[in-house]
C-alpha cells in the first residue's frame, strides 16, 4: 500500500535487567499499565503477582531517563487462582484487573488503598477462558471460552450479550477501535467478524497465508485502539501474526491490501506500543545452527527496524511501558526488561535544540526551536515532516508536499525557526544531512547536493514570492550512485536519474566541507570531494553501516552498523598495495549515538547502552551512567540532552534535561583518582554526579 515518507521509530534495543520468579515458576503472561506502571505477571499454579518499578529515591543527581536506578516498589501475591493463569488484562479506565485460570475461574481485582483485592469472581464451570478484552471506553468486556461461548460484560459485572458459536474452538478476540466490531479467532486459524452485538458479518481475509499449506494457529491478534492518535490518517492498526511467521498489518477489517509480513520465526505473541507506531513480534529464530529468542520490530507500514536476541528458552510473553522506552518479556521463569531506543526527529545548532513530535488529535508535527541558553522557544507546525537535521547556523527539514505532486522540500531555517532557503527536489529523501557549506539528500539510488552556502538569504515574506521549485544551475548536482562522477558541473539538474534502479541501494549518508561519504547496504562506502563532487575512492567494510559520521578534519569514519556495532574506518591510510582506506582496532557493541569533537579529530563520545564514553584515539576513559543523546562535543566540553524525558512533554522543556560535561576537569580527575567510583561528571545545568552501575538483578520472595 501507498504510504508517506517517515523516520524509523525504534533504532536499537537493549537488555539492562532481569526480575527472577519464585521456585523457578514458569510464567505464561504479561501486562503492563500503561498509565500507572503497575506490570501483571501470571505463571504455572496460579502464579499471580503485580510488581511495580519506579526510579529510585534518594541522593541528588542520580542518573534519569532509562539509566536511571529502580527500585521494586511493589511485590504483591494475589491469591485466589489454583490452575495456570492463562489470561491477565487490565482496564486502564478504570484501574482494574482481570484474570483467568485453566479452570475457568475469573478475578475481577480492584486497587484498595495502595493493595489489589478480590471484587468479583466467576466460574462458568464447562470450559477454559482463551482470550479477555476490555474496549477502548473500559465499559465492556468479551470473554471467549474454548468451547465456543462468547460473554459480553459490564464494568459493573452485568452480563450484556452472550452467544454460543457452535463448532469454534475460540482462541482470541478483539474490540475495533470505536468498539462496533468484534473480531474472533479460532483454532483453526480462521478469523470471524462479528458486530457488537453478537451478530456475524464474514471472514477476515488472510492475505499473509496464500499459499500456505497445512494448519496454522493464530499467535496474536492486536487492534491498536488510537487513544494516542496514529502516526498518519488512516494507517494501519490491525496486526494479525501466525505461528508459522506471516503476518499482516491492515487499515481495517476489511482492507484489501494489507502489510504482508514473513518474519521467519516462529511467533509466539504480538504487542503494539503505545502510539501504534511500532509492533513488535516475539517468539524464536534460527541463526546459524541455534536457536534464539527474539523480538522483531516493525513500523505500521512493514519496516523491520531491529530484531533483539534473549536469553533463555520458552519466550511466553510481551507487553510494552506505556512511555514506549521500555518492553517486558517472560522468558521461562524470568521477567526480561530491554530499553527501547527511539530515533527521534532533532537536532542542536546554535545554543538551540529543534524537535518533532504530533499532538494525539492532530496530523501535522509540531517542531519546537527552543533556545537552551534564554530557554526561548518558537514552534511550528510542518505538514508531512519527514526528517530534521543541523549543523553549526542552521537545521534542516525535510517535508513532502501535500499536492499530490510526489515533490519534496528541503527547507533551510534559523534558530528562530524561520525560513531562510529552500529547494523542492523530485525524488523521496530517504536520508539527508547538512554540513557547514552543502545539504545532501539521497533516495535509494541517487545523491542530491545543495552548495547552499553560496545561496542567497532571503526573509521569510520574500521567499514566499521568489522560490522555485527547480533547482538553481551551478549551485545544486545530482547523480546517480553508480556513476564516477569526475567533477565537471553538469548544466541541467535531471531527477530522471533518480528513477534508475541500482542493485547495490544507498543506506546512510554524511558529509563535511571537504568530503561526502555514501553507505551502501553491501558496505561499500563511496567517498566524493566537496564542492566538486567527483568520486574520490572506495572502501569495502565487512557490515552493513546505518549510521556514519565523518572526524572534524575528514580523515575517520565512524561507522554504526544495523547491529549496533560501532567501527572506525581510516579513510586516509596509505596501504602497502598502494590502496587508501584501513579499518581500525575499535569494536564496541550496542552504540546508539556518537558525536565527533569538532576541534579535535581524535576526540569522540559515545553512548553505548546506558553509558557515555569519550575516546581519545582509541582509548576510552572512564564511563558515566547516563541515558543521554549528545548535542554536540567543542571545546573540550561534552554537551547532552536528555531526549527521552523531554519528549514526554515535549512543550515544557526544563534546564535541567541540559547537561555538560567538561573534559578538561574530568581527565585532571581521573588522573587524581583514576579507581575511584567518581567519574568527575560536571553539569552547569545542576545535574550533580553520577555513578556507574552495573545491572539490576531482583529475586522475588
Same mark, same amino acid.
Request: glycine share 8%.
Given at each position: 500500500?501507498?504510504?508517506?515518507?517517515?523516520?524509523?521509530?525504534?533504532?536499537?534495543? !537493549?537488555?539492562?535487567?532481569?526480575?527472577?520468579?519464585?521456585?523457578?515458576?514458569? &510464567?505464561?503472561?504479561?501486562?503492563?499499565?500503561?498509565?500507572?506502571?503497575?506490570?501483571?505477571?501470571?505463571?504455572?499454579?496460579?502464579?499471580?503477582?503485580?510488581?511495580?518499578?519506579?526510579?529510585?529515591?534518594?541522593?541528588?543527581?542520580?542518573?534519569?531517563?532509562?539509566?536511571?536506578?529502580?527500585?521494586?516498589?511493589?511485590?504483591?501475591?494475589?491469591?485466589?487462582?489454583?490452575?495456570?493463569?492463562?489470561?491477565?488484562?487490565?482496564?486502564?479506565?478504570?484501574?482494574?484487573?482481570?484474570?483467568?485460570?485453566?479452570?475457568?475461574?475469573? /478475578?475481577?481485582? #480492584?486497587?484498595?488503598?495502595?493493595?489489589?483485592?478480590?471484587?468479583?469472581?466467576?466460574?462458568?464451570?464447562?470450559?477454559?477462558?482463551?482470550?479477555?478484552?476490555?474496549?477502548?471506553?473500559?465499559?465492556?468486556?468479551?470473554?471467549?471460552?474454548?468451547?465456543?461461548?462468547?460473554?459480553?460484560?459490564?464494568?459493573?459485572?452485568?452480563?450484556?450479550?452472550?452467544?454460543?458459536?457452535?463448532? #469454534?474452538? &475460540?482462541?482470541?478476540?478483539?474490540?475495533?477501535?470505536?468498539?462496533?466490531?468484534?473480531?474472533?479467532?479460532? !483454532?483453526?486459524? $480462521?478469523?470471524?467478524? =462479528?458486530?457488537?452485538?453478537? @451478530?456475524?458479518?464474514?471472514?477476515?481475509? &488472510?492475505?499473509?497465508?496464500?499459499?500456505?499449506?497445512?494448519? %496454522?494457529?493464530?499467535?496474536?491478534? $492486536?487492534?491498536?485502539?488510537?487513544?494516542?492518535?496514529?502516526?498518519?490518517?488512516?494507517?494501519?492498526?490491525?496486526?494479525?501474526?501466525?505461528?508459522?511467521?506471516?503476518?499482516?498489518? #491492515?487499515?481495517?477489517?476489511?482492507?484489501?491490501?494489507? %502489510?504482508?509480513?514473513?518474519?521467519?520465526?516462529?511467533?509466539?505473541?504480538?504487542?503494539?506500543?503505545?502510539?501504534?507506531?511500532?509492533?513488535?513480534?516475539?517468539?524464536?529464530?534460527?541463526?546459524?545452527?541455534?536457536?534464539?529468542?527474539?523480538?522483531?520490530?516493525?513500523?505500521?507500514?512493514?519496516?523491520?527496524?531491529? *530484531?533483539?536476541?534473549?536469553?533463555?528458552?520458552?519466550?511466553?510473553?510481551?507487553?510494552?511501558?506505556?512511555?514506549?522506552?521500555?518492553?517486558?518479556?517472560?522468558?521461562?521463569?524470568?521477567?526480561?526488561?530491554?530499553?527501547?531506543?527511539?530515533? =527521534?526527529?532533532?537536532?542542536?545548532?546554535?545554543?538551540?535544540? /529543534?524537535?518533532?513530535?504530533?499532538?494525539?488529535?492532530?496530523?501535522?508535527?509540531?517542531?519546537?526551536?527552543?533556545?537552551?541558553?534564554?530557554?526561548?522557544?518558537?514552534?511550528?507546525?510542518?505538514?508531512?515532516?519527514?526528517?530534521?537535521?543541523?549543523?553549526?547556523?542552521?537545521?534542516?527539514? %525535510?517535508?513532502?508536499?501535500?499536492?499530490?505532486?510526489?515533490?519534496?522540500?528541503?527547507?533551510?531555517?534559523?534558530?528562530?525557526?524561520?525560513?531562510?532557503?529552500?529547494?523542492y527536489i523530485e525524488m523521496e529523501p530517504s536520508f539527508a544531512c547538512i554540513?557547514?557549506?552543502?545539504?545532501?539528500?539521497?533516495?535509494?539510488?541517487?545523491?542530491?547536493?545543495?552548495?547552499?552556502?553560496?545561496?542567497?538569504?532571503?526573509?521569510?515574506?520574500?521567499?514566499?514570492? *521568489?522560490?522555485?521549485?527547480?533547482?538553481?544551475?551551478?549551485?545544486?548536482?545530482?547523480?546517480?550512485?553508480?556513476?564516477?562522477?569526475?567533477?565537471?558541473?553538469?548544466? @541541467?539538474?535531471?531527477?530522471?536519474?533518480? @528513477?534508475?534502479?541500482?542493485?547495490?541501494?544507498?543506506?546512510?549518508?554524511?558529509?563535511?566541507?571537504?568530503?561526502?561519504? %555514501?553507505?551502501?547496504?553491501?558496505?561499500?562506502?563511496?567517498?566524493?570531494?566537496?564542492?566538486?563532487?567527483?568520486?574520490?575512492?572506495?572502501?569495502?567494510?565487512?557490515?552493513?553501516?546505518?549510521?556514519?559520521?565523518?572526524?572534524?578534519?575528514?580523515?575517520?569514519?565512524?561507522?554504526?552498523?544495523?547491529?549496533?556495532?560501532?567501527?572506525? =574506518?581510516?579513510l586516509e591510510k596509505r596501504n602497502s598495495d598502494g590502496s587508501l582506506g584501513?579499518?581500525?582496532?575499535?569494536?564496541?557493541?550496542?552504540?546508539?549515538?556518537?558525536?565527533?569533537? $569538532?576541534?579535535?579529530?581524535?576526540?569522540?563520545?559515545?553512548?553505548?547502552?546506558?553509558?557515555?564514553?569519550?575516546?581519545?584515539?582509541?582509548?576510552?576513559?572512564?564511563?558515566?551512567?547516563?541515558?543521554?543523546?549528545?548535542?554536540?562535543?567543542?571545546?573540550?566540553?561534552?554537551?547532552?540532552?536528555?531526549?527521552?524525558?523531554?519528549?514526554?512533554?515535549?512543550?515544557?522543556?526544563?534546564?535541567?534535561?541540559?547537561?555538560?560535561?567538561?573534559?578538561?576537569?574530568? @581527565?585532571?580527575?581521573?588522573?587524581?583518582?583514576?579507581?575511584?567510583?567518581?567519574?568527575?561528571?560536571?553539569?552547569?545545568r545542576a545535574c550533580g554526579h553520577l555513578n556507574v552501575a552495573g545491572p539490576?538483578?531482583? !529475586?522475588?520472595?
Amino acid at each position: 500500500p501507498s504510504k508517506m515518507t517517515f523516520r524509523r521509530e525504534a533504532r536499537s534495543s !537493549s537488555l539492562f535487567n532481569l526480575i527472577a520468579i519464585p521456585n523457578d515458576t514458569r &510464567l505464561r503472561c504479561l501486562s503492563w499499565h500503561a498509565g500507572q506502571g503497575w506490570i501483571v505477571c501470571g505463571g504455572e499454579d496460579g502464579l499471580l503477582k503485580v510488581l511495580k518499578l519506579e526510579p529510585a529515591q534518594g541522593s541528588e543527581g542520580r542518573a534519569r531517563g532509562l539509566a536511571a536506578p529502580s527500585n521494586l516498589s511493589m511485590n504483591q501475591t494475589l491469591e485466589g487462582h489454583n490452575g495456570n493463569i492463562q489470561v491477565v488484562v487490565w482496564n486502564e479506565v478504570h484501574h482494574k484487573l482481570t484474570t483467568s485460570d485453566q479452570n475457568g475461574l475469573i /478475578v475481577v481485582w #480492584m486497587l484498595h488503598k495502595g493493595l489489589w483485592y478480590e471484587e468479583m469472581i466467576n466460574n462458568r464451570n464447562k470450559s477454559v477462558v482463551r482470550d479477555m478484552r476490555w474496549n477502548r471506553e473500559g465499559l465492556k468486556i468479551c470473554i471467549v471460552y474454548e468451547d465456543g461461548a462468547v460473554i459480553v460484560g459490564s464494568v459493573e459485572g452485568n452480563r450484556i450479550w452472550g452467544k454460543d458459536l457452535r463448532g #469454534m474452538q &475460540l482462541t482470541h478476540a478483539q474490540w475495533s477501535p470505536d468498539s462496533k466490531v468484534i473480531l474472533f479467532g479460532n !483454532s483453526k486459524g $480462521e478469523i470471524h467478524i =462479528y458486530d457488537s452485538h453478537g @451478530t456475524y458479518n464474514s471472514k477476515l481475509v &488472510l492475505h499473509c497465508l496464500v499459499g500456505v499449506t497445512g494448519v %496454522v494457529k493464530i499467535a496474536g491478534m $492486536e487492534w491498536y485502539s488510537g487513544v494516542s492518535g496514529y502516526v498518519e490518517p488512516n494507517c494501519p492498526c490491525l496486526a494479525v501474526a501466525f505461528d508459522n511467521g506471516r503476518a499482516q498489518i #491492515m487499515r481495517h477489517e476489511l482492507d484489501n491490501d494489507p %502489510v504482508k509480513l514473513d518474519t521467519g520465526m516462529a511467533v509466539e505473541c504480538i504487542c503494539w506500543n503505545r502510539t501504534g507506531s511500532i509492533l513488535a513480534l516475539a517468539g524464536s529464530q534460527v541463526f546459524g545452527d541455534k536457536e534464539f529468542c527474539t523480538v522483531q520490530f516493525y513500523t505500521a507500514f512493514g519496516e523491520n527496524l531491529h *530484531t533483539l536476541k534473549v536469553p533463555g528458552k520458552q519466550l511466553s510473553a510481551l507487553t510494552w511501558e506505556g512511555s514506549g522506552l521500555k518492553i517486558a518479556l517472560g522468558v521461562g521463569s524470568y521477567i526480561y526488561f530491554a530499553n527501547i531506543r527511539h530515533d =527521534y526527529q532533532w537536532g542542536y545548532f546554535s545554543n538551540t535544540l /529543534v524537535y518533532a513530535f504530533r499532538k494525539p488529535d492532530k496530523v501535522e508535527h509540531c517542531v519546537i526551536f527552543w533556545n537552551t541558553s534564554s530557554g526561548d522557544k518558537y514552534a511550528k507546525t510542518v505538514k508531512n515532516l519527514v526528517s530534521i537535521s543541523s549543523c553549526k547556523d542552521f537545521c534542516l527539514l %525535510v517535508t513532502k508536499l501535500d499536492d499530490g505532486s510526489g515533490q519534496y522540500t528541503l527547507l533551510l531555517c534559523n534558530a528562530l525557526g524561520t525560513p531562510v532557503d529552500s529547494r523542492y527536489i523530485e525524488m523521496e529523501p530517504s536520508f539527508a544531512c547538512i554540513c557547514h557549506t552543502h545539504i545532501v539528500a539521497a533516495s535509494k539510488t541517487a545523491l542530491y547536493v545543495w552548495h547552499y552556502r553560496t545561496s542567497s538569504r532571503l526573509a521569510a515574506p520574500e521567499l514566499t514570492h *521568489t522560490l522555485s521549485r527547480k533547482g538553481r544551475e551551478g549551485q545544486d548536482r545530482l547523480i546517480h550512485v553508480d556513476d564516477h562522477p569526475s567533477g565537471i558541473t553538469e548544466s @541541467t539538474v535531471d531527477f530522471k536519474k533518480a @528513477t534508475m534502479l541500482t542493485a547495490d541501494t544507498i543506506c546512510c549518508v554524511c558529509a563535511s566541507e571537504k568530503s561526502l561519504v %555514501v553507505g551502501r547496504i553491501s558496505g561499500t562506502l563511496q567517498r566524493y570531494s566537496l564542492p566538486k563532487l567527483a568520486l574520490e575512492s572506495k572502501h569495502i567494510i565487512k557490515c552493513r553501516p546505518h549510521c556514519i559520521a565523518l572526524n572534524s578534519n575528514s580523515t575517520r569514519l565512524s561507522i554504526i552498523d544495523i547491529n549496533g556495532i560501532l567501527s572506525l =574506518y581510516d579513510l586516509e591510510k596509505r596501504n602497502s598495495d598502494g590502496s587508501l582506506g584501513s579499518q581500525l582496532r575499535l569494536e564496541r557493541k550496542e552504540v546508539w549515538n556518537l558525536k565527533w569533537a $569538532e576541534d579535535n579529530p581524535d576526540l569522540f563520545a559515545i553512548m553505548e547502552k546506558t553509558r557515555m564514553y569519550i575516546f581519545r584515539g582509541l582509548d576510552p576513559e572512564e564511563p558515566v551512567v547516563s541515558s543521554s543523546h549528545i548535542c554536540q562535543f567543542d571545546a573540550m566540553e561534552v554537551r547532552s540532552v536528555l531526549l527521552d524525558e523531554v519528549m514526554k512533554d515535549p512543550e515544557n522543556p526544563t534546564d535541567d534535561m541540559i547537561s555538560d560535561m567538561d573534559i578538561k576537569v574530568r @581527565t585532571y580527575t581521573s588522573i587524581i583518582g583514576k579507581h575511584t567510583s567518581n567519574p568527575g561528571w560536571i553539569s552547569s545545568r545542576a545535574c550533580g554526579h553520577l555513578n556507574v552501575a552495573g545491572p539490576l538483578y531482583y !529475586s522475588l520472595r
